[in-house]
């Protein structure tokens, strides 16, 4: 990976394992494995994001769960197929892995960059108290012609000026990455929990 494909999407979080390792897939013989974090938020509340770790940076046979770790990355999408429709399942994509001692700083816990590109014209509303959102989806490239769609959230004067973006707008974008739980309508009679997961924007730039 160039310097420059690390450069347009960061993501450092903080948190402790909240479950065992499960396989995902194997590139040239490296396997990759999906472990959640749970990663605390200023408020009371708690953010699980999923993890997509190489067994050469980590024993993926043990059990970490309840361990504190830092991990430094990219924050990835990928099309699941799923019957007729296909799905964007994300994940935080890690290059780097330590394990620390109680943290306290939850400042720090959770920071994402992205320079990308508004691939989708933004989804502008208000709450029923008035509050203003803007939903982004963002193209980031990686190198060799890939890219990773990540969706965003903006909120009050963010999201007004966001409004105005338009498809191929540069952006820099500054958050956190949020999960969220959702109820998705299988059938009349089926539904099904999910959770969704996005960048909570904190900081917006517009690059043109």
């Given at each position: 990976m160039s310097e420059k494909g690390m450069e347009n999407n960061k993501?450092?979080?903080?948190?402790?394992?909240?479950?065992?390792?499960?396989?995902?897939?194997?590139v040239y013989g490296e396997g990759f494995y999906q472990v959640d974090l749970l990663v605390n938020r200023l408020s009371e509340q708690a953010d699980i994001i999923p993890l997509l770790v190489?067994?050469?940076?980590?024993?993926?046979?043990?059990?970490?769960?309840?361990?504190?770790?830092?991990?430094?990355?990219q924050f990835r999408s990928y099309n699941r197929h799923e019957g007729t429709k296909n799905r964007l399942v994300?994940?935080?994509?890690?290059?780097?892995?330590?394990?620390?001692e109680e943290f306290t700083d939850y400042t720090k816990t959770n920071q994402i960059f992205l320079d990308g590109y508004i691939c989708k014209e933004p989804?502008?509303?208000?709450?029923?108290?008035?509050?203003?959102?803007?939903?982004?989806?963002?193209?980031?490239n990686r190198p060799?012609?890939?890219?990773?769609?990540?969706?965003?959230?903006?909120?009050?004067?963010?999201?007004?000026?966001?409004?105005g973006f338009t498809v191929g707008t540069r952006v820099m974008i500054w958050g956190r990455?949020?999960?969220?739980?959702?109820?998705?309508?299988?059938?009349?009679?089926?539904?099904e929990k999910r959770i969704a997961y996005e960048v909570s924007v904190s900081k917006l730039e517009c690059c043109e």
């Open positions: 993501v450092t979080v903080i948190g402790t394992i909240a479950s065992e390792f499960t396989f995902s897939h194997a190489s067994e050469r940076l980590i024993d993926v046979n043990r059990d970490y769960r309840g361990c504190t770790i830092e991990a430094t990355g994300l994940s935080v994509f890690v290059r780097e892995l330590n394990f620390m989804i502008y509303r208000k709450t029923p108290l008035g509050r203003e959102i803007a939903d982004l989806l963002v193209a980031v060799y012609g890939k890219s990773d769609y990540i969706p965003c959230i903006s909120w009050g004067r963010n999201a007004r000026f966001a409004s990455v949020q999960s969220r739980e959702y109820t998705k309508k299988l059938s009349e009679t089926e539904c």
